[in-house]
């Protein structure tokens, strides 16, 4: 069975500090891997995809950043946090290969001050 | 792009009636429109979807059915409990090499006794 692992769970961070979030899948090769974003009560706004190793698409920048190291990891990353980037992080996974169904990781809650 | 409209955004029925949420969608080209429910600090799971090639789809207590013509689909929740009371969230995506879901503002549940 697959698990998707998100780290970290909670993040308080200041204005203008660097930001690293992961997430991990198990138990799927090659799986397509997408980062959501989520303001506090808000919908669910897709930020990047991937469909392979090493190649990231962006959907809505946000001034963030993402990178597929592993096949199996998938990072967000920003050089300087604004207070508009406060909210649920989540990492959601496919089978791809026209599989839609999509399936949500734990999620981070990032609270910038 | 597709964008997604959901209503209502909130609703409150009686533990033991029945639910109705309503989407629509712009893009004639989405084939593919699933239902998450998130419950509160929680990451949303997938309930069920339906795809371009069918009208209805029913698992257990919930029904959605869909009007390509008009470009609305709905979830319809039978006999409602508690456990249900959560926000729902409609999304819709078109045929591509990756998932892009376009979710809707989501609709809050009050199951009340």
């Known amino acids: 069975a697959q698990t998707i692992h998100q780290w970290p769970v909670a993040e308080i961070k200041a204005v203008g500090s660097p930001l690293s979030l992961g997430c991990t899948i198990k138990?799927?090769?090659?799986?397509?891997l997408y980062w959501y974003w989520q303001a506090t009560g808000g919908t669910l706004q897709q930020l990047f995809y991937?469909?392979?190793?090493?190649?990231v698409e962006s959907v809505v920048q946000l001034n963030l950043s993402a990178s597929r190291p592993k096949d199996d990891q998938f990072i967000l990353s920003t050089e300087k946090l604004l207070l508009s980037h406060s909210g649920f992080y989540l990492c959601?996974?496919?089978?791809?290969?026209?599989?839609?169904?999509?399936?949500f990781g734990p999620g981070t809650r990032l609270t910038v001050l | 792009g597709e964008q997604v409209e959901q209503l209502p955004s909130i609703l409150r029925v009686q533990e033991g009636s029945s639910a109705s949420i309503n989407c629509s969608y712009e893009?004639?080209?989405?084939?593919?429109f699933p239902w998450y429910k998130q419950e509160p600090g929680e990451n949303p799971k997938l309930i069920i979807d339906?795809?371009?090639?069918?009208e209805r789809k029913q698992i257990q207590e919930l029904i959605v059915l869909l009007d390509k013509k008009a470009k609305r689909f709905s979830l319809h929740i039978t006999d409602t409990q508690p456990g249900d009371s959560a926000m729902y969230f409609c999304?819709?995506?078109?045929?591509?090499?990756?998932?892009?879901?376009?979710f809707g503002q989501g609709t809050s549940l009050s199951v009340v006794p």
């Open positions: 959601a996974w496919s089978l791809g290969g026209g599989r839609d169904e999509q399936y």
């Open positions: 138990g799927k090769s090659s799986p397509n």
């Open positions: 991937s469909i392979t190793v090493g190649q």
């Open positions: 893009d004639s080209a989405s084939n593919y």
């Open positions: 339906i795809r371009s090639n069918m």
């Open positions: 999304a819709a995506s078109g045929p591509s090499s990756f998932s892009k879901l376009v």
